[in-house]
């Protein structure tokens, strides 16, 4: 089972860009474009906000964008509002034989 | 548009069985266009997936639960379970069923989440 690797805390003040990595290996990252983001408030589900690497589900503002490098996922935040204040998770598919796991959250603080 | 909803016990006793619902609305399972999931979440493991359904009842287990767990799906009723046996401590959780369109690829939506505490 692979591990993906986040920052622990990511900050920022509204309006300003902010970008989370999300580290993995050419198993999971790097083998596919099956990247995806999860924002979860505290006491909510989490909720997806990136698909693909780069796609946005219906609904999602286009503030939020997607992409990947290598065995490195990101997910920019631009101009940051407070209801960004939240934890984000990665997930990457790994291959039909294998199970990925997610990644370990980021905390967003709004300053 | 859909929604999924947990249910079942929030307390089980160790060595006894864990034993959820998830309740499909919005969306017909017999359809045949998702997969259904159980993922769980504790503060010590994160995020853990635990199991994947089809509406055929194909099922595929992430291989740390695979002996204690079991999936199923009632299209009657809109609806998949999960059980899990000898639980610990350690099986304490908040567990989401969720919906994806392709397995282990993305996962939307969640439900809500239903905390289950394992303790004597």
């Known amino acids: 089972q692979s591990v993906l690797t986040q920052p622990a805390s990511v900050s920022g003040s509204p309006g300003q860009s902010i970008t989370i990595s999300c580290t993995g290996t050419?198993?999971?990252?790097?083998?596919?474009?099956?990247v995806s983001w999860y924002q979860q408030h505290p006491g909510s589900a989490p909720k997806l906000v990136i698909f693909d690497v780069t796609s946005r589900p219906s609904g999602i503002s286009d503030r939020f964008s997607g992409s990947k490098s290598d065995n490195t996922a990101s997910l920019t935040i631009s101009w940051l509002q407070a209801d960004d204040e939240a934890e984000y998770f990665c997930?990457?598919?790994?291959?039909?034989?294998?199970?990925?796991?997610f990644g370990t959250g980021t905390r967003v603080t709004v300053l | 548009q859909v929604q999924l909803q947990e249910s079942g016990p929030g307390l089980v006793k160790p060595s006894q069985t864990l034993s959820l619902t998830c309740t499909v609305s919005g969306d017909s399972m017999s359809r045949g266009d998702y997969y259904w999931s159980w993922i769980r979440q504790s503060p010590g493991k994160g995020l853990e997936w635990i199991a994947y359904?089809?509406?055929?009842?194909?099922?595929y287990y992430n291989p740390s639960l695979r002996s204690r767990s079991f999936i199923s799906v009632d299209t009657a009723q809109n609806q998949f379970s999960l059980k899990v046996n000898s639980v610990t401590v350690a099986d304490t959780a908040v567990y989401y069923c969720?919906?994806?369109?392709?397995?282990?690829?993305?996962?939307?939506?969640w439900g809500q989440g239903t905390l289950v505490t394992v303790s004597s």
């Open positions: 359904i089809y509406y055929s009842g194909a099922t």
């Open positions: 997930y990457s598919y790994a291959g039909s034989h294998s199970i990925s796991a």
């Open positions: 050419s198993s999971d990252i790097g083998g596919y474009n099956y």
């Open positions: 969720v919906r994806g369109a392709v397995p282990l690829v993305w996962f939307d939506p």
